[in-house]
């Protein structure tokens, strides 16, 4: 076996493939086969310059693919001979490998250029197979003169480690758990694409399924697809020989993966199967009921209700306590814990977006039985018609939060006192304190019931990028917080839109008539100053994105209190890492 021995070279792998370690020095690869000219290493479960035998290959976290390799010994039927076209069971897959005395021909299938004999060759083509099948596999391989050659070998599978009956296509993914969190049945959201001639209708045919640890067993994973779509193929008459006019159909789905602390396991996405039955609906926890706006979503941690009006969250009711059991968190004000996006303009009057009645438009993505996506959008309703918003929430089985993603678009000039998102509002009966995270690790907490201070009721002000922050009640054990998963402020013609004083607001506004206790999100933010500090004018074009997940949870009366949203911090800030193929 040839092994990668040049340090600079596998010092540049080291940077694109080894895990991040605590280490001051860098990890250095040195795995698999040297398979290119010193720059290429191949992580394979065969040795290509020992091929003397037809093998059917299993995926595995390391190298995830079906293949079929097939000896072709020394050659010496011509010079150009460049393999053609490679059919298993009469079906073509473009998807193959040529090695040459172990070395591969990658981005190109040629033998022979001007000699008419090489060493040890081998192909190898990426195709699933199916367990005691006998399978046929021929070779065209084109030569000088414009004559070709058919290679034709035939074997009989082995009778573990196959493609599931029927499913002729496929495309693997590898997730890695890198975090050291025990993912169990974690969403994991990605599209498929294929030629529309190897596949049908992708949301009748798609299948998931897992790769058990010795790769030989696949166990099915519920699957929901949505967002299918053609594209017909680019117009007759296109000059450019290499512009890509095959059609083609894509799809996008969700499946909930568990992967152990550290590990890696294989995913296996299979279409291109005629007589595919419809896919049951899976069975779980999740369950939405009512129209779009207005609806009633629940799993097993939450129930939450939809504004009828504005489509905002009105309320979460919390699951998990049977006696003493949570109030239903809200407000009274607007019936929307849920409070924003927001704006304060120089008329003096706010525009929020749960006074949306209703939005401009909303669109549910998907409502199944894994994912019910639901988004919002349009003008800001009431005083700042200048800006456009828009709120979109993921609901899914099996997870103690709820996804946001806000967007907010300044398409007018617009003199500004506050632009704001991310905020949850509560009566302040139901809050005790305010609790979050530093990004140095570090838990702060402060009361929320003390009232008003010099700082215009602020009960603190943080850092906007803060991991997580809640309003908890610390007497009763519930709390309501929002994790930070990413933000960005940006003018495409400018490039950073305007920001002043970001960060989240604390607040206790206990002399209301109706007190409420909040934290808010701001980008844009003079309004903050005791003596409402001057306005800023904000130009067309500054948007600002936010992606966050609200989390309702228990309080813990042993061990980690806030270990609830904590474990949620983790897993948003650290989702499963895909890696698609090769």
């Given at each position: 076996m040839t092994r990668f021995t040049s340090i600079g070279c596998a010092f540049l792998l080291a940077l694109c493939e080894a895990p991040v370690t605590a280490a001051s020095e860098p990890v250095f690869v040195d795995a698999g086969y040297d398979v290119g000219d010193g720059l290429v290493l191949d992580d394979l479960p065969y040795d290509p310059k020992a091929i003397d035998e037809m093998l059917f290959i299993s995926p595995s976290p390391a190298h995830p693919f079906y293949e079929i390799a097939l000896p072709l010994g020394d050659w010496s039927e011509g010079a150009g001979a460049t393999v053609s076209e490679v059919k298993v069971n009469g079906l073509a897959y473009p998807a193959f490998n040529v090695y040459v005395d172990g070395l591969a021909r990658y981005q190109s299938d040629w033998i022979t250029r001007e000699s008419a004999t090489s060493k040890n060759v081998a192909v190898v083509v990426r195709a699933p197979w199916h367990n005691k099948k006998r399978t046929t596999v021929e070779l065209k391989i084109s030569v000088s003169g414009g004559e070709s050659v058919t290679k034709r070998f035939e074997g009989k599978a082995p009778a573990t480690g196959g493609a599931p009956k029927g499913w002729r296509r496929y495309q693997s993914v590898v997730l890695h758990e890198r975090a050291g969190l025990e993912r169990v049945n974690e969403p994991v959201e990605f599209s498929l694409a294929a030629r529309a001639e190897n596949c049908g209708d992708l949301a009748r045919e798609l299948r998931i399924y897992a790769v058990d640890t010795t790769g030989k067993a696949l166990?099915?994973?519920?699957?929901?697809?949505?967002?299918?779509?053609?594209?017909?193929?680019?117009?007759?008459?296109?000059?450019?020989?290499?512009?890509?006019?095959?059609?083609?159909?894509?799809i996008n789905a969700v499946f909930l993966a568990s992967v152990a602390a550290h590990a890696s396991k294989v995913y296996l996405a299979f279409y291109d199967n005629p007589e595919a039955p419809k896919p049951k609906l899976a069975a779980t926890d999740l369950v939405v009921t009512g129209p779009a706006l207005g609806a009633m979503v629940e799993n097993q941690y939450y129930k939450v209700k939809l504004h009828d009006n504005s489509g905002q969250i009105a309320s979460f009711e919390l699951k998990g306590r049977e006696e003493n059991p949570v109030p239903l968190l809200?407000?009274?004000?607007?019936?929307?814990?849920?409070?924003?996006?927001?704006?304060?303009?120089?008329?003096?009057?706010?525009?929020?977006?749960?006074?949306?009645?209703?939005?401009?438009?909303?669109?549910?993505?998907?409502?199944?039985?894994?994912?019910?996506?639901?988004?919002?959008?349009?003008?800001?309703p009431d005083y700042t018609p200048q800006i456009w918003a828009s709120v979109s929430y993921s609901f899914y089985a099996g997870a103690p939060y709820v996804k946001s993603s806000s967007v907010i678009e300044v398409r007018d000039p617009v003199n500004i006192s506050a632009i704001r998102n991310g905020e949850i509002v509560l009566d302040t009966h139901l809050v005790t304190h305010l609790v979050w995270q530093e990004k140095t690790g570090e838990r702060r907490i402060v009361r929320a019931m003390h009232g008003p201070n010099h700082q215009d009721e602020w009960a603190a002000r943080v850092d906007h990028d803060v991991p997580w922050v809640a309003l908890t009640n610390e007497l009763e054990d519930y709390g309501l917080g929002a994790v930070v998963e990413a933000s960005v402020a940006f003018d495409p013609k400018r490039g950073e839109a305007v920001t002043h004083r970001p960060a989240y607001y604390l607040y206790a506004h206990h002399q209301w008539g109706i007190p409420l206790t909040y934290f808010t999100r701001a980008w844009v933010y003079p309004f903050s100053d005791y003596q409402r500090g001057p306005i800023i004018p904000v130009k067309a074009g500054s948007t600002y994105v936010s992606r966050m997940a609200f989390v309702p949870f228990l309080l813990h009366s042993d061990g980690d209190r806030y270990a609830d949203i904590e474990g949620v911090s983790q897993q948003i800030k650290h989702p499963l890492a895909q890696r698609w193929g090769r």
């Open positions: 166990t099915p994973v519920d699957c929901q697809t949505f967002d299918a779509q053609e594209f017909p193929g680019s117009p007759p008459g296109t000059s450019n020989e290499n512009y890509l006019q095959h059609p083609s159909r894509s809200t407000n009274s004000y607007s019936r929307a814990v849920h409070w924003n996006p927001d704006s304060f303009s120089d008329n003096g009057k706010w525009g929020h977006t749960f006074a949306w009645d209703p939005p401009e438009q909303t669109v549910v993505t998907a409502r199944g039985p894994i994912l019910f996506r639901i988004t919002n959008s349009g003008r800001m």
